[in-house]
């Protein structure tokens, strides 16, 4: 199971960052992405980092932005984002790729076990 966690309101430049914390299994041996879906929209990848050799992908609206992290002594998935805009909010996703890397990492259905969703709020 993954356990998503760290959403919040924020003004907009403002600092979050998210956990993805999993339980039952090991999280280096999968590549882990996140998604979010904004209100009235579909979901959208934002991030993924892969299992076997930790290369990093984003999409292009957070580029310079967010980062995501993995530590594998907690088994725990980061994605700390920076100079939050508005557009950044929405129900945040974590969840595990069918691949140990991140080929097709932004396509929805590639991904098996998914978290619960935390809500991160950028408004003034």
């Known amino acids: 199971q993954l356990q998503a966690s760290g959403g919040g309101l924020v003004q907009p430049g403002g600092s979050l960052r998210l956990s993805c914390a999993a339980s039952?299994?090991?999280?280096?041996?999968?590549?882990i992405g996140w998604f979010r879906q904004a209100p009235g929209k579909g979901r959208e990848g934002v991030s993924c980092?892969?299992?076997?050799?930790?290369?990093?992908y984003y999409v292009d609206s957070v580029k310079g932005r967010f980062t995501i992290s993995g530590n594998n002594a907690k088994n725990t998935v980061y994605l700390q984002m920076n100079s939050l805009k508005p557009e950044d909010t929405a129900v945040y996703y974590c969840?595990?790729?069918?691949?140990?890397?991140?080929?097709?990492?932004?396509?929805?259905?590639?991904?098996?076990?998914w978290g619960q969703g935390t809500l991160v709020t950028v408004s003034s």
């Open positions: 969840a595990t790729s069918r691949y140990r890397d991140c080929q097709r990492w932004n396509i929805e259905y590639e991904y098996r076990n």
């Open positions: 980092i892969s299992g076997n050799d930790g290369i990093r």
């Open positions: 039952g299994f090991a999280l280096g041996y999968y590549a």
